[in-house]
């Protein structure tokens, strides 16, 4: 069985790895022929990196459209962004201090990651709009995840599992030495899902992660009359 994992996960992480980097460089060489930043937009590049960061971190634009989308989802990914930090004790050795101090957030972490992605999921069940455009993918790819967050709340306060060899089995794989995993039901479905998570990503809409960085609408600086916005293709063509 832990070979079959560890097989599983070298392949997850490539299939991640080459589907985001094949995934960025489609978005550096799409051209962007118009200056459309939302208005009102930043008429600086300080300015533009500020909002950027209010974006990232804040979800400034989705606050304005939405306040309950913006409380799940805020909740969601701020949950899911301490689960992660605290997920790195099975990567890192020694561990650094600064991650042994977010220890304790990273459980309230993931009781905030699974309460803002059931509020996201009944929000496609109960609002019109949101239930019209809502697609089958986008329900599955919902339970993948409210399944992986509970399954770890589990582990973490009903079925304990040997975290000890859960991390030899990590840090084994950089060497391609494969350890012993757990026999734990959960530790294994747990697992399972978050590699079929790694090889989905850089195909469906969790895309929106990076994506957000190459939206034109965002990262353009509101200069149309200071500077004029020409797409290389088009200054080639001028020149021709």
Known sequence: MSDVYAGLFYFAAFVLVAGLANKVIQY????????IPT??????????????????VFFESLFRGSKWTWIFGWMFHFGLFLVTLRHLRYFLDPVPVPIQMIQ???????????????????????????RYITALSDHLILVLLIVIGFSGLLMRFVVHTDVMRVKQFFQGLYVGHVQTLPADPILLMHLLLVALLMIIFPYSKLLHAPGLFFSPSRNQVDNPREQRHIAPWARRMEQD
């Open 104 to 130: 304790p957030f990273g459980i309230y972490g993931g009781i905030a990651m699974v309460i803002g992605l059931a509020g996201l999921w009944v929000r496609r069940f109960f609002v019109d709009r949101v």
């Open 28 to 35: 550096v060489r799409t051209p962007a022929p118009l200056k």
């Open 39 to 56: 208005t009102p937009a930043p008429t600086t590049k300080t300015g533009v990196a500020l909002r950027m960061t209010r974006e990232v």
